[in-house]
Nanobody, 121 residues
Framework: QVQLVESGGGLVQAGGSLRLSCTAS????????MGWFRQAPGKEREFVAA???????YYADSVKGRFTISRDNVKNMVYLQMNSLKPEDTAVYYC???????????????WGQGTQVTVSS
């Protein structure tokens, strides 16, 4: 199983940008499809973005055009560039790994510990 560690969260004003990073380690880490999910207080964890081994990307409608997911298969890292942030983007963001790319929480094989993103208005 792959282990995931996120970094890059923080506090930003609305309209600002943040870049999240996730380092994957473990056997065959570079072969996993990777993604980002988020969970706001009192809400269920939801899909944000995903990228497969070949770098095909998928986005939730709420972040399309503002967020960009990318990966570096040599460094075993995945990134989430978040621009034009809104207060409703405030959540704990989780890095996720799965054998088959998925938007479904139950299909994820490994989770990171999460990193807090807070967007002030």
């Amino acid at each position: 199983q792959v282990q995931l560690v996120e970094s890059g969260g923080g506090l930003v004003q609305a309209g600002g940008s943040l870049r999240l990073s996730c380092t994957a380690s473990g056997r065959a880490a570079s072969t996993y499809d990777m993604g980002w999910f988020r969970q706001a207080p009192g809400k269920e964890r939801e899909f944000v973005a995903a990228i497969n081994w070949g770098s095909t990307t998928y986005y939730a409608d709420s972040v399309k055009g503002r967020f960009t997911i990318s990966r570096d298969n040599v460094k075993n890292m995945v990134y989430l560039q978040m621009n034009s942030l809104k207060p409703e983007d405030t959540a704990v963001y989780y890095c996720a790994a799965s054998r088959v790319i998925s938007r479904v929480v139950g299909a994820i094989d490994s989770w990171g510990q999460g990193t807090q993103v807070t967007v002030s208005s």
